[in-house]
Nanobody
Framework: QVQLVESGGGSVQTGGSLRLACAAS????????MAWFRQAPGKEREGVAA????????NYADSVKGRFTISRDDSKNILYLQMNSLKPEDTALYYC?????????????????????WGQGTQVTVSS
């Protein structure tokens, strides 16, 4: 079992930056694939970025490439999402997710069904 707790959300203006953090606890001895998802009002939850264990390979949604950076500090069991050049369309509830395996890293990393563990979310609001 893994428990995930997100933090770092808030309200910023267009062009601003935020850094989200996700603290993992519980059975963290095994390496996990970890990801950030987001859900805007009236929309489905979508994958934003993901990072593999060991080599820390990364995947990003096209909408955030070049603006967001996912990283992990396994010594502290923390996952990060650095968000720069924020836009109003980035407004959403951001979730951290984890699982021990992903069926096809390059093509299924963004699917909700790939992840067994989820945090409660942290709100990000970007105003124009």
């Amino acid at each position: 079992q893994v428990q995930l707790v997100e933090s770092g959300g808030g309200s910023v203006q267009t062009g601003g930056s935020l850094r989200l953090a996700c603290a993992a606890s519980g059975t963290t001895a095994s390496p996990y694939y970890m990801a950030w998802f987001r859900q805007a009002p009236g929309k489905e939850r979508e994958g934003v970025a993901a990072i593999s264990p060991n080599l820390s390979l990364t995947n990003y949604a096209d909408s955030v490439k070049g603006r967001f950076t996912i990283s992990r500090d396994d010594s502290k069991n923390i996952l990060y999402l650095q968000m720069n050049s924020l836009k109003p369309e980035d407004t959403a509830l951001y979730y951290c997710a984890a699982d021990r395996s992903i069926s096809r890293w390059s093509t299924t990393w963004h699917q909700n069904s790939e992840y067994s563990y989820w945090g409660q979310g942290t709100q990000v609001t970007v105003s124009s």
